[in-house]
């Protein structure tokens, strides 16, 4: 598909209702409303097409960046690259997380994290947090030592960090919870310490989950399922951004 073709199918899916749904969530113009379901049709026809999702990205619309996480190839990206994804991603639902989320697919992903960790840049530093708790999942040679350690700074910032940030903290701490058995009792202890953290989520219906619920019942489905932890069963599945 060329890249007007696949703008005039954005556009042509695209509907009030889900923009003014994609506004609640923080989206900004321009955008068509082009719901998740329409993506993944889209997803499915073109599968990996790097250039035409370097062209979507360059267009500035939420729709198209959207496809454009679905369709790139991470392993053709440069660092500067990354870095701008990262920096340009809208932060609306989870879109923002994907972006953050691409160099985990190849070699550089605990680099970009601690980059993106201590960067100056706001964009950068919320993307670190999603990259750190796809690491978790599905970087297996990564140490349990390093995400300890994100514990720990997580416990220390995150009631003073950003309202962004204290949202993809929290998740954090989950998904590390989910990596392994010693990193499971570790990240309960740190989410009793952390206690509740408040999100405001604007006008939506978003809820900011608990830590020590969603680690103990993700552990349950997935033992439930066969998998030796939740890390595992994620490693079955298909990335997050290409199964939204």
């Known amino acids: 598909m060329t890249l007007a073709e696949t703008m005039a199918q954005l556009e042509a899916a695209g509907t009030e209702q889900a923009r003014k749904t994609y506004a609640r969530h923080g989206a900004e113009a321009p955008m068509f409303g082009t719901s998740f379901a329409t993506l993944k049709v ?4 073109i599968d990996v097409d790097h250039e035409l999702a370097l062209a979507l990205w360059e267009t500035g619309n939420f729709d198209a960046r959207n496809l454009a996480m679905k369709i790139v190839d991470p392993r053709q990206m440069d660092s500067t690259a990354l870095d701008r994804w990262a920096r340009e991603a809208s932060a609306a639902m989870s879109c ?42 599905r970087d297996e040679q990564a140490p349990d030592a390093y995400f300890a350690a994100m514990l720990h700074e997580i416990e220390r910032s995150i ?42 989520h604007g006008n939506t219906a978003c809820e900011t989950p608990d830590a020590r619920a969603y680690i103990e019942k993700t552990w349950a489905h997935s033992t439930a399922k066969g998998f030796a932890t939740p890390a595992a069963h994620e490693r079955a599945r298909d990335l997050p951004r290409r199964r939204c």
């Open 42 to 45: 889209l997803m499915k026809r």
């Open 159 to 200: 009631h003073t960090a950003p309202n962004a940030v204290r949202e993809v903290m929290n998740r954090a701490v989950i998904e590390i919870g989910c990596r392994s058995p010693e990193l499971r009792v570790a990240a309960l202890a740190s989410a009793d310490r952390i206690g509740k953290v408040n999100v405001d």
């Open 96 to 137: 923002g997380n994907y972006a953050a989320t691409l160099p985990a697919e190849g070699p550089s992903g605990l680099a970009k994290a601690e980059q993106w960790r201590t960067s100056a840049d706001a964009g950068q530093q919320r993307a670190a947090w999603p990259l750190i708790a796809q690491l978790a999942l």
